[in-house]
């Protein structure tokens, strides 16, 4: 009898394991920068976890190993997307992304003026504080990479402990 016993607890086992790893292909990482370097904050299922500040971040590994910045869907890398100051000052907006390269973009005369005819002074004063966005794809991964969510670039502390440890001498045997 104890033998079966064990024989269902290592196929429970087993199917607990395939199945944590399936659920773990569907997570998205919630991700927050502190004085520069980003840290993982928590892991949800995908969908889930929201970004409330403008420091933080949603990242998801895709089926195909791209990292995708879930709070910064709209955006592809090299397309450049005009941005108002609001929507950058709001967390929940895309816009806010930190994987942003963001560049006043001088709005003119004429963009004042349609933006005052589509909107009114509102509309005048987003086309005024307008900013000039494109996607870094290269900081999307250099976050990802930091967090541990994909080990494609070694992070430089393991490097430099690989360099010491492979500069020092063998022990000398007799």
Do not use: Y
């Not at 773990?24 to 991700?31: C, G, S, T, V, Y």
Request: proline share 5%.
């Amino acid at each position: 009898m104890p033998n079966h016993e064990v024989r269902w607890g290592l196929w429970l086992a087993l199917l607990l394991c395939v199945f944590s790893g399936a659920v773990l292909a569907d997570e998205d990482w919630l991700i927050t920068r502190v004085n520069g370097a980003w840290t993982w904050e928590k892991t949800g299922p995908e969908g889930r976890v929201l970004k409330n500040f403008l420091n933080q971040e949603v990242l998801r590994l895709g089926e195909d190993g791209q990292v995708i910045a879930v709070s910064a869907l709209p955006f592809t890398p090299g397309e450049t997307t005009t941005c108002s100051e609001t929507a950058r000052r709001n967390p929940k907006h895309a816009c806010s992304s930190a994987f942003l390269d963001c560049k006043a973009a001088g709005g003119g005369v004429f963009s004042v003026m349609l933006g005052f005819v589509l909107d009114g002074g509102k509309g005048a004063s987003e086309a005024r504080n307008a900013f000039s966005c494109t996607f870094n794809e290269q900081a999307l991964q250099e976050a990802a990479v930091a967090v541990g969510l994909i080990d494609k670039l070694a992070p430089k502390k393991a490097q430099k402990r690989a360099e010491t440890e492979a500069n020092t001498a063998p022990p000398v045997t007799d």
